[in-house]
């Protein structure tokens, strides 16, 4: 029998990429390939990239070289944004076989095979760059991890057609694009007849969902809710102005879609919004906060803000903390402003210095972490379902309420994949809340 050829996937960036890792790595069948972790020595390493910031494309060089150094024989593929961005500088790295753009990635199965028959020991293989002109893609691919019993994201569109003036991921993924309602729930319904009891919806803008259609996400999450099999649905980042008013209304009422909301900010100065070309002014964002809270007051709400946005002033960033700390959001994710090839704001005036961008981001997690302290304190004594997950640390496993409060309770194999009520009691100083049950 020929002995299995083993195959490491290395996923940077977003849940999206996760969620397409996952589907490619089930084109490589059971009875010829092992997946083994990324630290171990393997025949095929395959790097999924991340070019959101300068410090994500550093993080996908890096994973090239020690994938090549863990086994100099091994063939490594590079695949996804970064290689979008710039295919040349992967495909000219040492050890580097394929290079395959956004839309060519879902091809490694078939490559890896058609390389097998006519090579069946690997050596010497012709490397390969394939990167289509992804502004032109209108085809969409489904795709949802497995592995994690737990969860699974689920990615219902791709794509985005805003480009703000700091975001190269349009150039990256191309044009917002989806499946029917259809398509989507037929794939749904899959992840469903698996083990997992949480689907978290994943994209590059998904409230856009079924903008080539009548259909709108709306229309797609209605459908959801009624999903069997699956106990709970999590929304990822949507957009504040797409968020709308029904979208809230259903999360509200409805007992699987959860009160957890994660709403791209970027800035709370009305000024950097519109240096940004966002579609929105802060008064929108503060409206959905506001409705979301007098709906479900323990809904959890975080925000993307981004610090040291090229003309942002000590004044702005100030008047953008102001509205941020008078505003109840949860939790935030802070990002210092990365210039990004081919996007508008590389020629903007008024760049920020790096050491002040430490700074700021600095002043925003501080503020974030009071937030988030704030909002479990406000937990305790109340009751909430908890999906527990399987790690084990120090003799604790850990797993997470509808709202998203990381609960914390001594392990126990049984727990693992269940979904328990328990009563919030304390927080802990590791940011978890202990718990009865």
Not at 74 to 88: D, L
Not at 234 to 252: C, G, K, T, W, Y
Request: charged share 25%; with cysteine; hydrophobic share 35%.
């Amino acid at each position: 029998m020929t002995p299995k050829k083993r195959i490491a996937f290395h996923t940077l960036g977003c849940k999206l990429n996760f969620s397409e890792t996952s589907t490619i790595s089930r084109q490589f069948g059971i009875t010829d390939f092992e997946v083994v972790d990324f630290d171990e020595q393997a025949d095929f390493y395959v790097v999924h990239t991340c070019s959101v910031t300068a410090t994500a494309e550093k993080k996908c060089k890096t994973a090239v070289k020690q994938a090549h150094r863990r086994n100099l024989h091994a063939q490594v593929a590079v695949i996804g944004c970064a290689v979008q961005a710039n295919p040349q500088m992967f495909s000219d790295m040492e050890g580097v076989s394929w290079v395959l753009g956004n839309q060519d990635k879902f091809r490694l199965g078939e490559i890896v095979s058609s390389a097998s028959l006519t090579n069946p020991d690997f050596a010497e293989l012709p490397g390969i760059c394939m990167v289509s002109e992804i502004n032109k893609t209108r085809e969409f691919i489904p795709s949802y991890s497995m592995g994690d019993r737990t969860r699974s994201f689920f990615k219902v569109q791709d794509g985005c057609d805003y480009f703000c003036t700091y975001c190269s991921i349009p150039y990256m993924r191309g044009r917002s694009r989806s499946e029917s309602i259809e398509n989507t729930m037929k794939v749904a319904r899959e992840i469903a007849a698996g083990e997992v009891k949480e689907i978290i919806l994943t994209g590059v803008n998904i409230g856009d969902f079924g903008q080539q259609s009548s259909e709108t996400f709306l229309d797609l999450l209605t459908e959801l809710a009624k999903l069997d099999g699956i106990d709970r649905i999590r929304i990822s980042s949507i957009e504040p102005e797409l968020l709308n008013d029904s979208i809230i209304e259903l999360v509200s009422v409805s007992g699987k879609l959860l009160p957890h909301f994660h709403i791209p900010l970027q800035s709370g100065c009305d000024k950097i919004l519109i240096l940004m070309k966002r579609k929105y002014l802060r008064e929108v964002f503060a409206n959905r906060v506001h409705y979301i809270k007098q709906l479900m007051p323990d809904a959890c709400i975080a925000a993307d803000v981004i610090v040291g946005f090229p003309g942002e002033t000590e004044e702005d960033f100030e008047d953008a903390y102001q509205f941020i700390k008078d505003l109840d959001v949860t939790y935030l994710h802070v990002f210092s402003y990365s210039e990004r090839p081919g996007t508008k704001a590389l020629n903007m005036e008024g760049k920020v210095d790096e050491r002040e961008k430490r700074r700021r981001s600095q002043v925003l997690h501080a503020l974030s972490e009071s937030k988030k302290h704030h909002f479990y304190r406000q937990q305790i004594g109340k009751s909430e379902d908890v999906l527990w997950e399987s790690d084990n640390i120090n003799g604790f496993m850990h797993g997470f309420t509808g709202n998203y409060v990381k609960a914390r309770t001594s392990f126990d194999p049984a727990l693992i994949n269940q979904v328990t009520r328990v009563k919030i009691i304390s927080v802990n100083e590791d940011d978890t809340c202990s718990v009865e049950f």
